[in-house]
């Protein structure tokens, strides 16, 4: 049986030399260098190329390199693949410091200072009133993310696809449960994972719903909204903001209008960033359970594509 790392777009010296440290008995293969893709059984991936999933027969186990799975075709996997991936409570902690830290810049407008400061304006304002934030998907980040904004004077509600019961969230599920979830909120986050039915969810008339000064917190994936209908949203005064850590194309082109909007807030795909110190454990763990046919920890439901 042989392990394949494919992870693309990142320099992976150190997590070679940490996992073989792990498994020092096991031979890893880093993409592009292994010419006996039949004989893998168990792949370490993130954003790893198309082609590549067509060309292992004898496929175990796939392990993604992060807490989403929406880089891994699930439906073209041999049959009976297990999925996993990474659950880290420190990962959980970071996010939900980003998404506060964002929350709490936008009640205070520091903004809009920051703008002022660029002309040399004095212009004192009361901070924002509104705290009804919104947290779209209460997995392991968004539960995180809305337990922490409640332990900061925010008014907490939640939405996922089962129906759920947390302490000081309000808790809603279901399309048929969307539009009241969203009704008049002052924070929107989306931490959904991205399958065919989160698609596409941040649009015009999910906007509608929430308040005029709404700030959009995207955290997820780039497909979970509708750019064209943010900007539109934007330049109607239908939304107050959006901090954007996700993009359809990363890294985001150049030209692209979100890099320049005095309402947008960019940030490269930072919110919480996978911990080698904290992961490798995992993930050789999960290798040796590959090996023994010992439960794989963190598998996905693939029929449900999380
Ligand atoms: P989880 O799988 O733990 O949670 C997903 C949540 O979304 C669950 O509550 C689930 O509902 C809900 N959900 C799924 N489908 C639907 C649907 N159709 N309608 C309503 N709710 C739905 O995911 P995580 O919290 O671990 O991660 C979320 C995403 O965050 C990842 O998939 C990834 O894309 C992104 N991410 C971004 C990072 C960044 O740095 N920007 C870092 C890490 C992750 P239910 O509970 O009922 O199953
Ligand atoms: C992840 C990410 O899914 O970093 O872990 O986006």
């Known amino acids: 049986m042989s392990v394949l790392v494919c992870i693309t777009g990142r320099n992976n010296e150190k997590l070679m030399a940490k996992l073989q440290d792990a498994l020092p008995d096991v031979e890893l293969k880093l993409w592009p260098h292994c010419d006996d893709l039949e004989s893998v059984k168990f792949v370490l991936a993130w954003k790893a190329p198309q082609e590549l999933w067509q060309k292992l027969p004898n496929l175990k186990v796939v392990q993604s390199f992060g807490a989403g799975v929406d880089g891994i075709p699930m439906s073209i996997l041999p049959s009976g693949t297990v999925v996993a991936r990474i659950i880290d409570p420190q990962l959980s902690d970071d996010m939900a410091e980003y998404v506060l830290s964002h929350a709490l810049a936008h009640k205070l407008r520091h903004q809009n200072y920051c703008a002022e400061q660029a002309k040399k304006n004095w212009k004192p304002r009361r901070a924002r009133k509104g705290v009804t934030a919104g947290v779209l998907g209460l997995g392991e980040l968004g539960k995180a993310v809305a337990q922490r904004l409640s332990d900061n004077g925010f008014t907490v509600r939640g939405w996922s ?64 909204l509708n750019e064209q209908d943010l900007i539109d949203a934007l330049n109607e005064q239908e939304l107050g903001g959006a901090v954007l850590d996700v993009f359809t194309t990363e890294p985001l082109p150049e030209k692209h209008v979100f890099w320049s909007h005095p309402k947008v807030t960019v940030t490269p795909h930072i919110a919480a960033v996978t911990n080698l110190d904290t992961v490798v454990a995992q993930i050789a763990g999960n290798i040796r359970a590959c090996f023994t046919g010992a439960p794989i920890k963190n598998g996905v439901d693939v029929t449900q594509g999380y």
């Open 161 to 224: 696809r089962s129906a759920k019961q947390l302490d000081d969230i309000a808790c809603y599920y279901g399309e048929a449960q969307l539009a009241s979830f969203a009704s008049g909120l002052d924070y929107l986050v989306c931490l959904l994972p991205l399958t065919d039915s989160t698609h596409g969810v941040l649009n015009r008339q999910l906007f509608q719903n929430v308040s005029n000064d709404c700030l959009l917190i995207n955290v997820a994936r780039g497909q979970h």
